[in-house]
C-alpha cells in the first residue's frame, strides 16, 4: 500500500532558526514528490517539485530533497520567520493521471 | 485571477439532504480533481478527470458522484448525506498531463452534516 508520512505532526521554533521537515514514503516507485503549503482556512499552495531523477530543488529559502531509495524527503527552511508559519504537506505523485498520496501535514509554528 | 473558485465556502446539511459543491477554473486546464480533508490529516482523492467527459474514482469515491461536461467545470454530488462526509472539501487543477506540473488549489467548501 502506498502510505506517505510525515513526522513530528508539530514543530515550533525561534525566529532565525534553520529548520528541517520530514517526509516518508512506503513506494519508491513514484513519478515526483510535491511540497505543499497550508495556511488557516485556505486550500494549498505548490512550492517545490521533485521529479524522480532529481535529487533536490531549491526556491529562496526553501530546499527540498528526495531520496527515492531510503523513501525519503526533506523540506529545509532557511533563516525562518513568522511568516513561514503555517502547515506543510508532502504528497508522491503515484501515476500520470496525477494522483497525489499526502501526507498528514506538519504545523509549523515560527515565534518571533 | 481568479485559478481555482469553489462554491460554497461554507454549508451544513442534514444526514439525508443532498446537495453540490461547485468547482470551475478559468486556466483552461485539462486535469480536474476533487479531494477532502479531514482534521489532522492528509488529502485524500475522491475522483479526478483527465479532460471534458472523462472521469476516474480515487481513493474515496462512495457516496459522491461527479461529472465534467466542459473544461471548466468539475462539480462534485453528494446524493445522500451522511455524517462521516463531514469535511472540507478541495477541487484542484493541473495543466497537460497532470503529474508533471503542480496542482492549483482552490480554497475550500467546509460541510458539516449534522
Known amino acids: 500500500k502506498q502510505e506517505v508520512t510525515q513526522i513530528p505532526a508539530a514543530l515550533s521554533v525561534p525566529e532565525g532558526e534553520n529548520l528541517v521537515l520530514n517526509c516518508s514514503f512506503t513506494?519508491?516507485?513514484?513519478?515526483?514528490l510535491q511540497w505543499f503549503r497550508q495556511d488557516p482556512g485556505k486550500g494549498l499552495t505548490s512550492l517545490l517539485l521533485?521529479?524522480?531523477?532529481?535529487r533536490e530543488q531549491t526556491s529562496g529559502r526553501l530546499n527540498a530533497s528526495l531520496d527515492k531509495s531510503s523513501g525519503r524527503s526533506t523540506l529545509y527552511i532557511a533563516a525562518s520567520q513568522p511568516g513561514d508559519s503555517a502547515t506543510y504537506l508532502c504528497?508522491?505523485?503515484?501515476?500520470?493521471?496525477?494522483?497525489?498520496?499526502f501526507g498528514q501535514g506538519t504545523e509549523l509554528s515560527v515565534k518571533p | 485571477n481568479a485559478g481555482v473558485t469553489q462554491t460554497p465556502k461554507f454549508r451544513i446539511l442534514k444526514i439525508g439532504q443532498s446537495m453540490t459543491l461547485q468547482c470551475t477554473q478559468d486556466m483552461n486546464h485539462n486535469y480536474m480533481y476533487w479531494y477532502r480533508q479531514d482534521p489532522g490529516m492528509g488529502l485524500k482523492l475522491i475522483y479526478y478527470?483527465?479532460?471534458?467527459?472523462?472521469?476516474d474514482k480515487g481513493e474515496v469515491p462512495n457516496g459522491y458522484n461527479v461529472s465534467r461536461s466542459t473544461t471548466e467545470d468539475f462539480p462534485l454530488r453528494l446524493e445522500l448525506a451522511a455524517p462521516s462526509q463531514t469535511s472540507v472539501y478541495f477541487c484542484?487543477?493541473?495543466?497537460?498531463?497532470?503529474?508533471?506540473?503542480?496542482?492549483?488549489f482552490g480554497d475550500g467548501t467546509r460541510l458539516s452534516i449534522l
Open positions: 513506494d519508491s516507485a513514484i513519478y515526483n
Open positions: 504528497a508522491g505523485l503515484y501515476n500520470q493521471g496525477g494522483k497525489l498520496i
Open positions: 478527470s483527465v479532460g471534458a467527459g472523462i472521469t
Open positions: 484542484a487543477s493541473s495543466p497537460g498531463t497532470g503529474g508533471w506540473q503542480p496542482q492549483h
Open positions: 521533485i521529479q524522480s531523477s532529481q
